[in-house]
């Protein structure tokens, strides 16, 4: 268990429509990283959090947007889905301050299904 | 632009036998390269990293070896174990960025009994 939780873990919807995706860091984490795994594309970067505030996107569509809440949870929502959207959807977070390792704390991921 | 090329896409080695994944690297800015395992249905997990400074590490079972000129790094399973079956993901960053990972594409790692 890394300490990181993902809600849901399964959901389907349809397309045109709009979801929430749900993490809690590991306890002490300030940081919190999204990604995406679909078959074609592998693991992609989306967006990091830390404190409350966006440290850095990567390859997130302007259809979907994150926030990180006072109490350190974030939230990715996705709108306007397309069928393309299909993925499994992470969540990481990472150690607070100290040595920069590098270690990411993998969530178990939210899949998400658009028919 | 794919920054990290990984191979094999899949990997099936007998018991006991040797595992070898090949990683290779574009952007000379990167500084730190970690290898994650994953499970089906569980998210990634650090396996081992390294950082260029060193051309090989090993934890137990497994080593990196790393060659900056040529800009490859390889993940070895020694004594392959069927509990090692999962996919394997090299990964890389820079400093500044290190937590934001650049992923290869993944190997499906199979150890038959």
């Known amino acids: 268990d890394s300490g990181v939780t993902q809600t849901p873990k399964h959901l389907i919807t349809a397309t045109g429509q709009r979801v929430t995706l749900r993490c809690s860091p590991r306890s002490g984490d300030l940081s919190v990283y999204w990604y995406q795994q679909s078959l074609d594309q592998g693991l992609q970067f989306l967006i990091q959090y830390y404190n409350g505030e966006e440290r850095a996107k990567g390859n997130i569509l302007e259809r979907f947007s994150a926030q990180q809440f006072p109490d350190l949870h974030s939230e990715l929502n996705l709108s306007s889905l397309e069928l393309g959207d299909s993925a499994l959807y992470f969540c990481a977070s990472s150690v607070a301050g100290g040595a920069n390792t590098g270690e990411l704390f993998f969530g178990e991921g939210s899949r998400l299904t658009v028919l | 632009q794919q920054q990290v090329k990984q191979s094999p896409q899949s990997l099936i080695v007998q018991k006991g036998g040797i595992s070898i994944i090949n990683c290779a690297y574009e952007n000379t800015a990167f500084d730190y390269f970690p290898w994650y395992q994953q499970f089906p249905g569980k998210g990634p997990a650090l396996l081992i990293a390294?950082?260029?400074?060193?051309s090989e590490k090993k934890e137990g079972r497994f080593t990196i070896s790393f060659n900056k000129s040529a800009k490859q790094f390889s993940l070895h399973i020694m004594d392959s174990q069927p509990g090692d079956s999962a996919t394997y993901f090299c990964?890389?960053?820079?400093?500044?960025?290190?937590?934001?990972?650049?992923f290869g594409s993944g190997t499906q790692l199979t150890v038959l009994p």
């Open positions: 990964a890389a960053s820079k400093t500044g960025s290190a937590r934001q990972l650049t």
């Open positions: 390294i950082r260029p400074d060193v």
